[in-house]
């Protein structure tokens, strides 16, 4: 079966050939970030005429890169949420109009679902049950996973995600967005012994995450540093070190609570925020020293982008899932709340 899959979530058109025989075929992305970079973060509007531009022509561009012609896909899986309202119109209305005028089934895919199957388009795909963490810009949160569509929330952020804690930490420090990445890059020149940030929420019971607090101290501790004159670039590099090694360790310590919990052995980390080389470091470190192992998607799987949907889309569509003719989005919509993969109904509810 070849599944076209189009992401359009937020700020990236990612487009993406999945055949359930042959594997990957073909994926591209389009990077907004340039677009949105002057307002220093998404401006929703903005996002969805970008969507109107791109997303034709590189769908037009992995059928050439794949080889293949229309009328050999199969079936088409889209983004149906969360995320911006736009931006998921602009992807679904294209997708199932361009699946109606194909005559093959269309699906609308949850797009945390995607980043959780990210894992699974590498050559040693993890076997379920495992834990996931899941740690996008939108979203943190620990899941046990006990096959497609079988999924139980163990806990996730009560305030802001991983992903947007690092971009509002990255903002405080004059980087640009989105500033996960820039951090991370910065903390590699920091010093580890210099500040110790508070790890939130790791003396208390439970699997949930709250990064709102740390979120002042970095504030504070920037102010204090400012009190002495402007920051100089040590300063700056010590306290992306810092927050970054607080977010690292409170994740790794859930991690490791949330494996013992469920009895399990396999940790699946997706999201943008898995993009990142000291938390992948730390929990292989933590985890490994356990006999657990850790499965994380290639850094371009890491964020957003088609194949995650174009593979997700395709497991479900093989399964005998589809969605009506009407287009519908979720902006919000619950992970949990998605049928088993055995159960063939639209995805898209
Ligand atoms: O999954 P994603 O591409 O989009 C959402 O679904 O939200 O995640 C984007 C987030 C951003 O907050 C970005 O700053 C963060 O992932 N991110 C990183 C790294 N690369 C991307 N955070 C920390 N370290 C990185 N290397
Ligand atoms: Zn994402």
Not at 98 to 107: R, V
Not at 124 to 132: G, S
Not at 168 to 186: E, F, Q, S, T, V
Not at 304 to 332: H, K, S
Request: with cysteine; glycine share 10%.
């Amino acid at each position: 079966m070849n599944v076209l899959g189009i992401e359009t979530s937020c700020d990236e058109t990612g487009v993406a050939l999945y055949s359930t025989t042959r594997g990957l075929l073909a994926h591209t992305l389009y990077s907004q970030i340039a677009v949105h970079r002057e307002y220093g973060g998404v401006v929703p509007e903005l996002a969805s005429r970008d969507h109107v531009r791109k997303t034709l022509p590189l769908v037009e561009q992995v059928l050439a890169d794949a080889g293949l012609d229309a009328t050999e896909l199969d079936a088409v899986a889209y983004t149906a949420g969360p995320g911006l309202v736009g931006a998921l119109m602009v992807g679904a209305t294209l997708a199932r109009s361009l699946a109606m005028g194909w005559g093959i089934p269309a699906l609308g895919v949850h797009h945390m679902e995607g980043h959780l199957l990210a894992p699974m388009l590498a050559d040693d795909a993890p076997e379920f049950p495992f834990v996931a963490l899941l740690v996008s810009g939108g979203h943190s949160q620990l899941v046990r996973v006990d096959g497609i569509g079988q999924y139980r929330m163990l806990g996730e952020s009560l305030d802001d995600a991983a992903g947007e804690a690092f971009d509002k930490a990255a903002k405080m420090l004059g980087l640009p967005y989105p500033g996960g990445p820039h951090i991370a890059r910065l903390a590699e020149d920091g010093n580890a012994d210099r500040f110790t940030f508070p790890r939130p929420m790791v003396n208390r019971p439970g699997l949930d995450f709250s990064f709102s607090g740390l979120k002042t101290h970095t504030l504070t501790t920037i102010r204090q540093l400012e009190a002495d004159g402007e920051l100089s670039d040590q300063d700056r590099a010590d306290v992306a070190r810092a927050f970054e090694e607080a977010v690292v360790s409170t994740l790794v310590i859930k991690c490791r609570r949330a494996l013992e919990q469920e009895h399990l052995s396999r940790l699946v980390m997706a999201g943008g925020v898995s993009a990142n080389r000291n938390l992948r470091a730390q929990l292989q470190k933590a985890l490994g020293a356990r006999g657990a192992q850790v499965y994380y998607p290639a850094m371009e799987f890491c964020t957003d982008n088609g194949a995650m949907i174009a593979y997700a889309g395709a497991q479900r569509l093989a399964a005998g899932q589809c969605d009506g003719v009407e287009v519908q989005v979720r902006p919000r919509w619950p992970m949990t709340e998605l049928p088993p993969l055995t159960e063939a109904s639209g995805a898209a509810g």
